[in-house]
């Protein structure tokens, strides 16, 4: 199972798919704002993070950079959701700030559980402190 955190500022879309990962057997918290997110991710250290782009605080955008500039390889999947940002020029930004996964509102679930199972699979060490004693 994976640590997931999901960033989105509706609460209702957050605590829907913070109960599906649930379901899946994954340990899920929810933040409701960017800067919240970036904080919960010190201290939660999730395997995968889904944020929405759109966010207060800190964008999804700017939560991907943190992330990548501070952990590179290591970094959590970081998968960005959007009902939005759906032009081709928002995926390629996407990709360029670190994201692995574009989703457009409605996403596919299975998709993305699919993309989950496929990281954790690839993933040496989910969840564990690095070779450097560092929490991942």
């Given amino acids: 199972s994976a640590r997931v955190l999901i960033a989105d500022d ?3 879309n957050a605590d829907t798919l913070a109960a599906l990962m649930k379901g ?3 340990e899920a918290m929810v933040a409701l704002r960017g800067d919240d997110a970036l904080k919960m991710c ?3 250290r999730p395997d995968v993070v889904i944020t929405d782009i759109n966010l207060p605080g800190a964008s999804g955008y700017a939560i991907a950079r943190d992330l990548r ?3 590179g390889n290591l970094a ?3 998968v960005a959701m959007t009902g939005v940002w759906t032009q081709e ?3 390629l930004l996407a990709q360029a700030v670190g994201f692995d996964h574009y989703l457009v509102k409605p996403y596919d679930l299975e998709r993305l559980l ?3 199972r496929s990281f954790l699979a690839q993933s040496p060490a ?3 402190v690095s070779g450097t004693g560092e929490l991942t």
Avoid: N, V, W
């Fill in 10 to 12: 509706d609460r209702d």
């Fill in 76 to 78: 959590p999947m970081l």
């Fill in 114 to 116: 699919a993309a989950i």
């Fill in 69 to 71: 500039e501070r952990h």
């Fill in 89 to 91: 020029s928002d995926r």
């Fill in 42 to 44: 010190r201290l939660f």
């Fill in 126 to 128: 989910t969840g564990s």
């Fill in 24 to 26: 899946e057997g994954h």
